[in-house]
């Protein structure tokens, strides 16, 4: 794949997908970008070299219109827990990426880049690509079923590659990167989680998933992660760049757990999701989650910052953030 391909960014109003676009403004090909019902960073349809559409994925005709005409297509339209219902979650990433992938098949895309999560890989230590996990919740099913669904359209044709992203940490984040700010930033708030997780910057990820593009292996999935570290250690460090003061207490994971069923049977009797997690995901989330990018690293150049040369470029982004809601 070229870096002259015409490209089509599902989800480009997102925050990956929006440091995707900022990535590829440094190729040479026109972009087509689409958002759900959100509007453009930029608060304007057309700027430079891309060019703005509405784009429903669970509309199978739509879809098929703006596939139509692309080279190349970075699929990362959808939807988690925090902002939807589990069945438009299931929908939106499981049905709207069938509907991608048959769009592509028809328009004879030459490569499709679908961005799924490394939350379908686990193991007890560090994992790679082979660690193949139980799914956990809503969210990790649907993507799950999402890659069945990108992996099967490679044996019809579908030149096709997954990437799994760990825990991205960037401006623009309004949930993980968000909450460890306000962690480090905020003494009220002395206590954190326990568990851990790889931190990567989310310009790493996006650089990642153009060379999964340009490079990747057709069928093959590949981890992009960065800093495996505690969540006390990542606390230690965002402290350290910004000034701040790193909670000193540990939640305990087995009060953590306790209240997940409490959250279900919450969630469950009154037809709401009141709270983001159920027993299973509680006990997910007390977890250490770690990966190895070797494979990325080795097959498409892959590499990502130290955790640390991430930190004040997201901070800007978070005091400009707080800034503007006083």
């Not at 505690?230 to 000034?243: M, T």
């Not at 997940?260 to 969630?267: E, K, L, R, S, T």
């Not at 498409?300 to 809601?325: I, Q």
Request: hydrophobic residues 40%; contains cysteine.
């Amino acid at each position: 794949m070229t870096a002259d391909a015409d490209a089509l960014v599902t989800g480009a109003s997102g925050f990956l997908g929006s440091h995707l676009l900022d990535r590829l403004a440094d190729e040479e090909g026109a972009v087509t970008a689409t958002r759900h019902s959100s509007p453009p960073p930029d608060e304007s349809e057309e700027s430079g070299a891309v060019r703005w559409e509405r784009l429903d994925v669970l509309d199978e005709d739509a879809v098929r219109e703006v596939v139509e005409g692309h080279d190349a297509v970075y699929h990362l339209a959808g939807t988690g827990l925090q902002s939807s219902d589990e069945r438009t979650v299931r929908a939106v990433n499981e049905i709207g990426t069938r509907n991608v992938v048959e769009a592509c098949l028809d328009a004879d895309v030459e490569r499709l880049v679908f961005t799924s999560t490394a939350g379908t890989r686990r193991a007890e230590g560090v994992a790679d690509e082979r660690d193949m996990a139980t799914p956990v919740g809503a969210y990790q099913q649907s993507k799950a079923a999402a890659e069945r669904i990108v992996d099967a359209a490679t044996g019809r044709g579908l030149d096709a590659v997954t990437v799994h992203p760990t825990s991205i940490f960037g401006p623009g984040d309004e949930s993980f990167t968000a909450r460890f700010f306000a962690l480090a930033s905020d003494p009220k708030l002395f206590a954190h989680p326990p568990g851990g997780a790889s931190f990567v910057g989310v310009a790493d990820v996006a650089d990642g998933i153009v060379r999964a593009m340009q490079r990747g292996e057709p069928g093959e999935h590949y981890i992009l992660g960065g800093e495996n570290l505690r969540y006390r250690e990542a606390l230690d460090v965002i402290a350290a760049e910004i000034g701040g003061s790193a909670p000193r207490i540990t939640v305990p994971a087995a009060a953590i757990r306790a209240a997940g069923p409490v959250a279900g049977i919450v969630n469950r009797r009154t037809g709401r999701r009141m709270f983001p997690f159920n027993a299973e995901m509680a006990t997910l989330a007390t977890d250490t989650h770690f990966y190895d990018s070797t494979k990325a690293r080795e097959a498409l150049g892959y590499e990502y910052r130290p955790f640390r040369e991430t930190v004040l470029p997201a901070w800007d982004w978070f005091r400009a953030r707080a800034g503007s809601s006083e």
